[in-house]
């Protein structure tokens, strides 16, 4: 944590937290797609980056039409869009993960960051279900639950929003570099067998890119 992040006033969380995060996971997907595919080429199938910014960018103007009265709508609806407009399995993954952070926000139109960290937890867990993965296995889990972790312990510390999202996201950060040495266990990089390791995950490198922008959202310096 560090002392400007941490005297900076704490912003409400509602639907246009949840909107500004939505606008800089958008902005931050396009700007590092290309990254992403390089990455996606090394252990993947060379389109991760493509199929993000095409289901970020689609999201975003699904949610200016149709506007939301919630922070759990919006990602529900953001949900949505990634299952019909993101290409191999980051659609269902990431449409897993915000449509049940959204459910579990329910129909509340500010939350607590307490209330944040258990619907991004419970969205997590949905994931891990889904693609019977856990923490190790060189996916987006290694990066989300560290991220989810780290947040509640800050906020278990008497921490606020500002510094908890912030300690999210180094710790994000973190969970995608350590998955280089890591041998991939799931997914299309799990064929590769030991050739998968030495490289970063794709899926947890986009991963650690939306923590980031929730941590922009509450007004965190820019890592």
Do not use: C
């Amino acid at each position: 944590m560090n002392a400007s992040a941490s005297s900076t006033p704490d912003p409400v969380i509602d639907t246009e937290f949840v909107r500004r995060w939505l606008s800089l996971a958008t902005s931050a997907i396009e700007h590092k797609s290309g990254w992403l595919t390089e990455l996606d080429s090394a252990i993947g199938d060379a389109d991760h980056g493509i199929n993000m910014h095409r289901g970020f960018t689609a999201a975003s103007a699904a949610v200016e039409k149709e506007p939301s009265d919630t922070p759990g709508e919006i990602l529900t609806h953001v949900g949505r869009q990634l299952i019909s407009s993101v290409g191999g399995a980051a659609g269902p993954l990431y449409g897993t993960l915000l449509r049940r952070a959204g459910k579990a926000l329910g129909d509340q139109p500010t939350v607590s960051a307490e209330e944040l960290r258990v619907a991004l937890r419970s969205g997590i867990d949905a994931v891990a279900q889904l693609g019977r993965s856990e923490r190790g296995d060189k996916t987006m889990l290694d990066s989300l639950y560290p991220a989810v972790e780290a947040m509640g312990l800050a906020l278990g510390s008497g921490s606020g929003l500002v510094a908890a999202l912030t300690a999210a996201r180094t710790a994000a950060d973190e969970g995608a570099a350590a998955t280089v040495p890591m041998l991939a266990r799931k997914g299309r990089a799990s064929y590769l067998g030991e050739r998968s390791i030495g490289h970063q995950d794709p899926g947890a490198t986009s991963a650690a890119l939306l923590i980031a922008a929730f941590a922009e959202a509450a007004g965190a310096d820019t890592a």
